[in-house]
């Protein structure tokens, strides 16, 4: 066809194959024009032609709009928001503060004496044998012997061999044992004549020692305290005191004998005051109201460093413990503060009200956080708009790596074919045997264990998606270059000697281009849905980090499900309706560059 100038804009032998609305579209001819009429007509190049029939499909528009407003809400919001991603918000209100624990001791505990061996396995037989009423016990070949202080109270001795006696018709032979070699001649005098009169024990320098049969021998023994058990509890009210066997065993012993005039311990001199439900032991002379520590049946431990307990406070805890009280109230508080008593079986938990710092954990969509805020008291809405900024940005990026890969390894198998195409595309077999979801579970639990940084952790992301997904692409350009590289150009390209790589990247691929926009287009969505699977199931982009996925993932109840639903609806939606965008913009594309897929 030639225009009135004899000029050709359009030669097509296939012309007179198209239909009237055909030639009407590729060309800007009027349907009242005759097409036998003599006109100049204007022919619209391809990419004109594409982009007409582009315009002209609704749901491509609608995603084009949805993808503009995806990205103006992630990238430039992002820039506009007065919030940074990880900023916490935090207000002033009232807290009820966990203040003191107390357990009350009913069991017996053992405390060892200094240098002596006694663990927890003698402990035990301590417990067995004195319920068998045994005065006397043996655990790892150690004689032990138990002495009753009181109720509730004992005094544990650890027997240690002095000598060895034989008695051979009378004749006694004594053998020291290893390091007793000093012993006087005078401690060995009665110990012949123990043995002699059977006897079991006898007294030297004010020590009582035993003598205990083993077959025919005797052996001597002298009895040590090694520990002593008690259901009280000593504790230091410094932090920095410690509290050692000799103070422990004494205090108590005051307070068994309810002796009021005090005891001695590591040459110091200590005084006890005697409560209903404790006693203060202080050392004498000291600073008039410091007390040293306290004895009673319960531990009682601060819950921070700077809670310090009084005796005032001890005293209302004790009473109001004692009594079943579910409160109390200290009688001198000038504040009034009250106390209130959680009871789990017998440990206490003191619990007070307080005004403090809380952070703001899942407030309800204001004018200040139009998403209100999640369980990290961080605003939903800017973590929304750092989420969609990584989610397109993995996808975009993941997207480039394999069509990269795609084309240069679909090019160089479709065009150079024979052994170089069927290497290339049993690795394209490899790759699509590998389960790709599995994979990338594997792949993300190697990352937390080797404990990536969250920021690298994204990088690393976006290259292993590249790098398992390029094979669909490399296949889709092998087949076009196979079909394309024996049409007529190609043959003039190699006539002209043309290298060729320009014959692959010039000619080649720019043919396959079109195709190559719509599967990209088609796969961004894939992506973005992997990447918020991965990061849903802990193994994507991680905490402080945002994305579209994490976000869903920081709901892990149903009750913030049913309760908090400003905190992951939207990401939700984010994900759909930019998926669908993709969708409907590659939909489009397809249609546009092949009219003839449309139905």
């Not at 995806?70 to 992002?78: H, Q």
């Not at 240098?115 to 037989?125: C, L, P, V, Y």
């Not at 990026?397 to 390894?409: H, R, S």
Request: net charge negative.
């Amino acid at each position: 066809m030639k225009n009135r100038n004899n000029t050709t804009d359009y030669e097509n032998p296939d012309i007179g194959k198209l239909t009237e609305e055909q030639l009407l579209e590729i060309t800007e001819i009027s349907p009242d024009v005759d097409l036998g009429d003599e006109q100049r007509i204007k022919v619209m190049s391809p990419g004109m032609l594409v982009i007409k029939r582009f315009v002209r499909n609704k749901l491509a528009i609608v995603g084009t709009v949805i993808l503009v407003a995806m990205f103006v809400f992630s990238f430039i919001g992002g820039l506009l928001t007065p919030y940074d991603e990880t900023q916490v918000f935090k207000h002033i209100g009232i807290m009820s503060k966990d203040y003191v624990y107390a357990t009350q001791s009913t069991e017996l505990k053992y405390y060892a004496k200094e240098g002596m061996d006694f663990d927890s396995s003698t402990h035990a037989r301590f417990i067995l044998e004195k319920n068998k009423g045994n005065e006397y016990f043996e655990n790892k070949e150690i004689s032990y012997r138990i002495i009753t202080e009181g109720e509730n109270f004992y005094r544990v001795q650890q027997g240690v061999s002095l000598v060895q006696v034989t008695n051979l018709r009378g004749v006694i032979t004594i053998i020291p044992e290893e390091g007793e070699n000093e012993l006087s001649q005078e401690f060995l005098t009665l110990t012949e004549q123990a043995v002699l009169n059977s006897d079991t024990s006898f007294i030297y320098d004010s020590v009582e020692y035993s003598v205990v049969r083993i077959g025919r021998n005797y052996s001597v023994i002298r009895y040590e305290d090694a520990a002593m058990e008690s259901v009280l509890i000593i504790e230091p009210l410094n932090r920095g005191d410690l509290i050692d066997y000799e103070l422990r065993y004494y205090a108590q012993k005051s307070l068994e004998d309810h002796d009021r005039s005090g005891f001695e311990a590591n040459g110091k001199t200590y005084e006890v005051e005697f409560h209903e439900h404790y006693a203060v032991i202080s050392e004498a002379g000291g600073p008039v109201g410091s007390p040293y520590a306290v004895m009673s049946d319960f531990s009682v431990n601060t819950a921070s460093e700077g809670v310090i307990v009084s005796m005032e406070f001890r005293e209302a805890m004790h009473e109001a413990i004692k009594e079943g009280k579910e409160s109390f109230r200290l009688p001198e508080d000038t504040t009034d503060t009250e106390y209130t008593v959680k009871r789990v079986n017998n440990m206490y938990t003191i619990k007070t009200e307080t005004e403090t710092q809380l952070i703001t954990i899942h407030e309800d969509p204001s004018a200040k956080h139009w998403l209100g805020t999640n369980a990290h008291g961080m605003d939903n809405l800017t973590r929304l708009m750092y989420g969609g900024r990584i989610s397109l940005s993995i996808g975009f990026v993941v997207v480039a790596i394999e069509i990269l890969l795609g084309i240069i390894l679909g090019g160089i198998a479709g065009y150079f074919g024979k052994w170089v195409d069927m290497l290339i595309m049993r690795v394209v077999d490899v790759f699509n045997c590998i389960p790709f979801l599995p994979l990338l579970i594997i792949l993300g639990s190697v990352m937390d264990k080797m404990d990536i940084e969250p920021k690298l952790r994204i990088y690393y992301m976006m290259l292993t998606l590249g790098l398992i997904s390029w094979p669909g692409i490399a296949r889709v350009v092998r087949g076009q270059i196979l079909s394309l590289r024996e049409q007529e150009f190609m043959i003039a390209a190699e006539a002209t000697g043309i290298s060729t790589y320009k014959r692959i990247f010039q000619h080649l691929v720019p043919n396959v281009i079109p195709q190559l926009i719509v599967f990209a287009t088609l796969g961004l969505g894939g992506i973005i849905i992997y990447e918020s699977t991965l990061s849903f199931l802990g193994l994507g982009v991680k905490f402080p980090y945002a994305s579209w996925g994490n976000i869903i993932s920081g709901i892990t109840t149903a009750y913030e499900m049913t309760n908090f639903w400003f905190t992951w609806v939207p990401a939700g939606l984010a994900i759909l309706i930019t998926v669908l965008g993709f969708n409907f913009v590659g939909d489009g594309l397809r249609d546009a560059y092949d009219p003839k897929m449309k139905r």
